[in-house]
């Protein structure tokens, strides 16, 4: 059938086939994604991440990428043309990463990160003996995961890459005893059941990190950058983003200048005035106890939902519930907080799980004092208002009640999610949160000196020939960051360019606020937001076209 024969209703029947067939084709090889989504029949279900695998999905991306691109966007309606678009990117994106960043021959996280029972732990979506089913199906197929990755690893890999799959490897028997505890909440047996699935799991994660100690270690390189024409490409396979990346940096660096301006205004007004340093020191210094960390998280839930609705910022729907726990341990390495929100697709309920990372009772006195202080009062509420209040709980539960087509309930953009978030901190203190110029001023303007750095330091990492070194600096001067943070911020950046989403997005959503708030929504705050969550989760490169009103085009 060609577009120009097609009736309109075949060619939305056409079409409407193809988008099912995409996305049944993108979770053969990230069913974890539709797990998380709430697509509950992809439980327990691995990818093949053999080369042979891979590759016939790639040979079959291929060709649905074909059949989307026969569909001429001026044939299709306006909504359909963002469809094709997003859809056109759930396929390119991962293509990047198997052809272009050739992921699973130089990252050996992306074998490790593959298993999550966290899923089938956190919510009761299910019956505990179902759920127990999955974690076992996943422990069982953990082995051959592994074995992709030993066959098709190729030495010497990016040292940050290796260390950092050390540490969340070395995490993860304890979360399959985590596994085994929660199923045998339901049943002995079925604790039984998850007990035998463990040991091969466990072996074969033992004899991994044994090789990537004793072997890729030794013979590690400090090679890992994307260069110039990769990481233009990734701007648009994740975002839809054609803006040079030159222009990008020039909008990040403003950012920074802004930021770092305020900063020092807010501490020579502070009482009584100061260097930014003893600022941040007062700040750091007021934090709870480790035993009150997460109390203290759940009394900011209460206050940032209420200030929400007092200033009708946004629509707080009325079944919202957010419960505050610690941190599974195989994600604590990458996480000091977290959430972990009901899937568009999800039946379980609309709860939230606000993960904290608590202190480490092995740690030293002084690493327990450290992470305290990162946690104080002031950034604890900032960090809630990204997490929960307004920021990410908040936008899922818009985007589980949207009204979207099968493309846009499944595409999820980083920078319009971590945007949003890091926006929503704005917002809060533009709203009166703290009230202006104290310490909930001085925590958000700190927080987003470091988003700025990290979209600085990944275009510098990547395309600009820096070393961890330098990035590192770069925390401690621009963002003033201590030394163990800002290294952990820099070797990030090695592994995860797109941290750049945060300030990206942020920026992005304050421009079409700019354009479009009195033109289209009367000035009111309240109506732009809620539209602006109806969109779903848009790459950011397509925003300015959506508020407009105009058509977009891939």
């Given at each position: 059938?060609?577009?120009?024969?097609?009736?309109?209703?075949e060619?939305s029947d056409?079409?409407?086939?193809?988008?099912?067939?995409?996305?049944?084709?993108?979770?053969?090889?990230?069913?974890q994604y539709?797990?998380?989504?709430?697509?509950h029949?992809?439980d327990?279900?691995?990818?093949?991440l053999?080369?042979a695998g891979?590759?016939?999905?790639?040979?079959?991306?291929?060709?649905w990428?074909?059949r989307?691109?026969?569909?001429?966007p001026?044939?299709l309606p306006k909504?359909?043309?963002?469809?094709?678009?997003?859809?056109q990117?759930?396929l390119?994106s991962?293509?990047?990463?198997?052809r272009d960043?050739?992921e699973?021959?130089?990252?050996?996280m992306?074998?490790?990160?593959?298993?999550?029972?966290?899923?089938?732990?956190?919510?009761?979506?299910?019956?505990?003996d179902?759920?127990t089913e999955?974690?076992?199906r996943?422990l069982?197929?953990?082995?051959a995961i592994?074995?992709?990755?030993r066959?098709?690893?190729?030495?010497p890999?990016?040292e940050?890459?290796l260390?950092?799959?050390?540490?969340i490897?070395g995490?993860?028997?304890?979360?399959?005893?985590?596994?085994e505890?929660?199923a045998?909440?339901?049943?002995?047996a079925?604790g039984?059941?998850?007990?035998a699935a463990?040991p091969?799991?466990?072996?074969?994660?033992?004899?991994?990190?044994?090789?990537?100690?004793?072997?890729?270690?030794?013979?590690a390189?400090?090679e890992?950058?994307?260069?110039?024409?990769?990481?233009?490409r990734?701007?648009?396979?994740?975002?839809g983003?054609?803006?040079?990346?030159v222009d990008i940096?020039?909008l990040g660096?403003?950012?920074?200048r802004?930021?770092q301006?305020?900063l020092e205004?807010?501490a020579?007004?502070?009482?009584?005035?100061?260097?930014?340093?003893?600022v941040?020191?007062?700040?750091?210094?007021?934090?709870?106890?480790?035993?009150?960390l997460?109390?203290?998280?759940?009394?900011l839930?209460d206050?940032?939902?209420?200030?929400?609705?007092h200033?009708?910022?946004?629509?707080?729907?009325?079944?919202?519930v957010?419960?505050?726990?610690e941190?599974?341990?195989?994600?604590?390495?990458?996480?000091?907080?977290s959430?972990?929100?009901?899937?568009?697709?999800d039946e379980?309920g609309?709860?939230?799980i606000?993960y904290i990372?608590?202190?480490d009772?092995?740690?030293?006195?002084?690493?327990?004092?450290?992470?305290?202080?990162?946690?104080n009062?002031?950034?604890?509420?900032?960090v809630t208002?990204?997490?929960v209040y307004?920021?990410?709980?908040?936008q899922?539960?818009?985007?589980?009640k949207?009204?979207?087509?099968l493309a846009r309930?499944?595409?999820?953009?980083?920078?319009?999610t971590?945007?949003?978030?890091?926006?929503?901190?704005?917002?809060?203190?533009?709203?009166?949160?703290?009230?202006?110029?104290?310490d909930?001023?001085?925590?958000q303007?700190?927080?987003?000196?470091l988003r700025?750095?990290?979209?600085?330091?990944?275009i510098?990492?990547?395309?600009?020939?820096?070393?961890?070194e330098?990035a590192?600096a770069?925390f401690?001067?621009e963002?003033?960051?201590?030394?163990?943070?800002?290294?952990r911020?820099?070797?990030?950046?090695t592994?995860?360019?797109?941290?750049?989403?945060?300030?990206?997005?942020?920026l992005t959503?304050?421009?079409?606020?700019t354009?479009?708030l009195?033109?289209r929504?009367?000035?009111?705050?309240?109506?732009?937001?809620?539209?602006?969550l109806?969109?779903g989760?848009?790459?950011?490169?397509?925003?300015?076209?959506?508020?407009g009103?105009?058509s977009?085009a891939?």
């Open positions: 059938m060609t577009n120009d024969s097609a009736t309109a209703g060619l056409e079409f409407t086939a193809v988008e099912q067939g995409v996305i049944d084709h993108l979770f053969q090889l990230q069913p539709a797990v998380f989504l709430g697509l029949t992809y327990g279900r691995l990818p093949d053999s080369e891979t590759e016939s999905w790639a040979t079959g991306a291929d060709g990428l074909r989307l691109h026969a569909f001429a001026d044939h909504e359909r043309q963002l469809d094709r678009v997003l859809l990117l759930l390119e991962p293509l990047f990463d198997l960043a050739f699973l021959e130089h990252n050996p992306a074998y490790v990160g593959t298993i999550s029972l966290t899923p089938y732990i956190a919510r009761d979506y299910a019956p505990i179902q759920r999955a974690m076992v996943v069982e197929g953990f082995p592994l074995d992709a990755g066959r098709r690893l190729k030495s890999l990016p940050p890459f260390r950092l799959t050390l540490s490897g995490g993860l028997p304890e979360h399959f005893a985590e596994a505890s929660a045998a909440r339901g049943s002995a079925l039984a059941k998850v007990a463990r091969s799991a466990e072996k074969a994660i033992h004899e991994f990190l044994a090789r990537v100690r004793d072997e890729y270690l030794p013979k390189t400090r890992f950058a994307l260069g110039l024409e990769r990481y233009q990734l701007l648009w396979v994740r975002e983003i054609r803006t040079p990346v940096l020039a660096e403003r950012d920074l802004r930021n301006v305020r205004e807010l020579q007004a502070a009482r009584p005035p100061g260097s930014i340093a003893a941040l020191e007062r700040l750091f210094r007021d934090h709870a106890t480790a035993s009150g997460l109390d203290q998280a759940r009394g839930v206050e940032t939902r209420s200030f929400v609705e200033h009708q910022l946004v629509t707080v729907p009325s079944n919202a957010c419960r505050v726990e941190t599974p341990t195989y994600g604590r390495a990458l996480s000091t907080a959430m972990n929100p009901p899937g568009p697709f379980g609309d709860v939230g606000y990372t608590p202190v009772s092995t740690w030293t006195p002084e690493r327990q004092e450290e992470w305290l202080r990162s946690l009062a002031a950034m604890l509420r900032n208002v990204h997490e307004p920021g990410h709980y908040l899922f539960l818009h985007f589980r949207t009204a979207g087509s309930r499944v595409y999820l953009s980083s920078s319009f971590e945007g949003w978030a890091h926006y929503a901190e704005q917002l809060a203190i533009e709203a009166g949160l703290g009230d202006r110029g104290t909930a001023e001085v925590a303007v700190h927080d987003a000196l700025d750095c990290r979209l600085i330091a990944s510098g990492l990547h395309t600009r020939g820096w070393d961890l330098r590192t770069l401690q001067h963002a003033h960051f201590e030394r163990l943070p800002a290294e911020e820099a070797i990030r950046g592994f995860n360019p797109e941290y750049f989403c945060y300030t990206l997005g942020k959503i304050l421009d079409v606020r354009k479009y009195e033109s929504f009367g000035g009111s705050l309240k109506s732009f937001h809620d539209h602006l109806s969109l989760s848009p790459p950011v490169g397509l925003l300015d076209p959506l508020l009103g105009r977009v891939g």
